[in-house]
């Protein structure tokens, strides 16, 4: 059987530990919690970078289709104008034929 005494200072020790334990416990919890404010800051202005990339992607692609769709519409005017140099072309092939045919 134990003595009071014993009894009395193994309480005590546990007591002690449980105190260390929670103080340990405390300052980990304050270290984390300001690692976590660090990381929701970080995280809150990589999101704003992210949407302001984001932003400048969407007017990159928007300024590719503007300047595919222009690029379009030149190679089809182009063409049209080509087409319309080659008839005037062609019109004047039997002209010029007969100019050499002359000399």
């Known amino acids: 059987m134990y003595h009071p005494n014993e009894l009395i200072q193994d ?26 404010k660090s990381l929701a800051l970080s995280l809150e202005e990589a999101i704003k970078h992210q949407e302001t990339l984001s932003k400048r992607l ?5 300024e590719s289709l503007r300047d ?4 379009d519409q ?12 080659m008839k005037e072309v062609e019109k004047c092939i039997p002209q010029v034929e007969s100019l050499l045919e002359n000399k």
Do not use: F, S
């Not at 309480?11 to 919890?29: C, F, G, H, P």
């Not at 969407?58 to 928007?62: S, Y």
């Not at 595919?68 to 690029?71: F, I, P, S, Y």
């Open 11 to 36: 309480i005590q020790e546990r007591l002690n530990r449980m105190v260390q334990d929670y103080r340990t416990a405390i300052e980990k919890n304050k270290k984390l919690e300001t690692e976590n």
């Open 68 to 71: 595919t769709k222009g690029l």
């Open 74 to 85: 030149w190679k089809t005017e182009t063409r049209k104008e080509i087409r319309g140099i």
């Open 58 to 62: 969407e007017t990159i692609n928007q």
